[in-house]
């Protein structure tokens, strides 16, 4: 098997399929590094450049959370179904599934950086390091942050959203129209976008129940059973190195990521310039070198604490 081979499938998640990709072997010296998506209710797709780490030596497990892309989907179900704890509980099972809990590392993008906050916060055993990449620490501090980006937008636009908006008529090609010219500007600065960003674009709208559910008809206008949903009171508990990311011109805004810098015990932030909410595609090479240098530190710190261990079994014995 080389370095880089790929393995796909999907594990059982409370009568359900979870679907994933693996690529690369696992090497005894580095953890898994395990990506976790955004949305709620996008796909793995706009993440599938992180499999350059495999390259590396390191194996990187990608997913697609449960009601998108390659899992299970389920239109029918309402909102008491789709929750934070349902998607923590789905990223716990797949850890075990896959055989990885024991030494890996979490890359969340947006919502996923909520998500694997949340999961650190619990103090996970196997848990080496962990990567907040453009992700609020709370909805409130989103929707805050919204209002700010949304009255800053080109005269007129922010009028048709609100009318819309308020309206109900947000599936109309106007708004569609209005809401890309904030897309544009704060999710991904890049024309045309790119493929694999597109990809996730078009799985999230072919089946947009779990995004509408949980979020609403937009980034901006979050009215789903997120709303009010965050991290912070969280964030003070999660013991393991964390790297936070995000865009100069990022919708994920300063003051919506600060606290995970502030309330993460040594957290250190760093900011793409010219990126907006997807850095891992508008500065790639800068995004490599900065995510490779801190899973070396990872790796160093593993191999660091695995010898002492050693050591204190060694002299015990």
């Given at each position: 098997?080389?370095?880089?081979?790929?393995?796909?499938?999907?594990?059982?998640?409370?009568?359900?399929?979870?679907?994933?990709?693996?690529?690369?072997?696992?090497?005894?010296?580095?953890?898994?590094?395990?990506?976790?998506?955004?949305?709620?209710?996008?796909?793995?797709?706009?993440l599938l450049g992180l499999?350059?780490?495999?390259?590396?030596?390191?194996?990187?497990?990608?997913?697609?959370?449960?009601?998108?892309?390659?899992?299970?989907?389920?239109?029918?179900?309402?909102?008491?179904?789709?929750?934070?704890?349902?998607?923590?509980?789905?990223?716990?099972?797949?850890?075990?599934?896959?055989?990885?809990?024991?030494?890996?590392?979490?890359?969340?993008?947006?919502?996923?950086?909520?998500?694997?906050?949340?999961?650190?916060?619990?103090?996970?055993?196997?848990?080496?390091?962990?990567?907040?990449?453009?992700?609020?620490?709370?909805?409130?501090?989103?929707?805050?942050?919204?209002?700010?980006?949304?009255?800053?937008?080109?005269?007129?636009?922010?009028?048709?959203?609100?009318?819309?908006?308020?309206?109900?008529?947000?599936?109309?090609?106007?708004?569609?129209?209005?809401?890309?010219?904030?897309?544009?500007?704060?999710?991904?600065?890049?024309?045309?976008?790119?493929?694999?960003?597109?990809?996730?674009?078009?799985e999230t709208h072919s089946?947009?129940?779990?995004?509408?559910?949980?979020?609403?008809?937009?980034?901006?206008?979050?009215?789903?059973?997120?709303?009010?949903?965050?991290?912070?009171?969280?964030?003070?508990?999660?013991?393991?190195?964390?790297?936070?990311?995000?865009g100069r011109h990022d919708?994920?805004?300063?003051?919506?990521?600060?606290?995970?810098?502030?309330?993460?015990?040594?957290?250190?932030?760093?900011?793409?310039?010219?990126?907006?909410?997807?850095?891992?595609?508008?500065?790639?090479?800068?995004?490599?070198?900065?995510?490779?240098?801190?899973?070396?530190?990872?790796?160093?710190?593993?191999?660091?604490?695995?010898?002492?261990?050693?050591?204190?079994?060694?002299?015990?014995?």
């Amino acid at each position: 098997m080389s370095p880089t081979s790929t393995a796909k499938g999907t594990v059982p998640f409370r009568g359900h399929r979870t679907w994933y990709r693996v690529t690369g072997r696992p090497d005894p010296d580095r953890p898994a590094l395990v990506v976790v998506h955004g949305g709620p209710g996008a796909t793995h797709d706009y993440l599938l450049g992180l499999t350059a780490f495999a390259e590396r030596g390191w194996q990187v497990v990608h997913y697609d959370q449960l009601g998108n892309g390659g899992s299970t989907h389920l239109p029918d179900r309402g909102a008491d179904f789709w929750t934070p704890e349902l998607f923590l509980d789905e990223l716990d099972n797949l850890l075990h599934r896959l055989g990885v809990a024991d030494d890996y590392a979490l890359f969340g993008q947006s919502w996923g950086g909520m998500l694997v906050a949340a999961h650190a916060a619990t103090r996970p055993a196997g848990l080496r390091g962990l990567v907040v990449a453009n992700a609020p620490a709370s909805y409130r501090l989103w929707l805050d942050e919204m209002a700010v980006l949304r009255a800053a937008l080109p005269p007129g636009v922010d009028e048709t959203l609100r009318r819309h908006e308020a309206a109900g008529t947000t599936g109309s090609e106007e708004y569609i129209d209005a809401m890309m010219v904030f897309y544009k500007r704060h999710v991904c600065r890049l024309d045309p976008w790119p493929g694999e960003y597109m990809a996730t674009f078009m799985e999230t709208h072919s089946d947009p129940t779990v995004y509408r559910t949980m979020n609403g008809p937009s980034e901006f206008h979050v009215i789903g059973t997120l709303r009010d949903w965050g991290v912070v009171d969280a964030l003070p508990r999660i013991d393991v190195p964390t790297l936070v990311l995000s865009g100069r011109h990022d919708e994920a805004t300063p003051a919506a990521v600060r606290p995970f810098r502030d309330l993460i015990p040594g957290a250190r932030w760093e900011v793409f310039e010219e990126s907006s909410h997807v850095p891992h595609l508008e500065e790639p090479e800068r995004f490599t070198e900065v995510l490779g240098g801190f899973l070396d530190e990872i790796r160093t710190g593993a191999a660091t604490q695995a010898a002492a261990v050693r050591a204190t079994t060694v002299s015990r014995g």
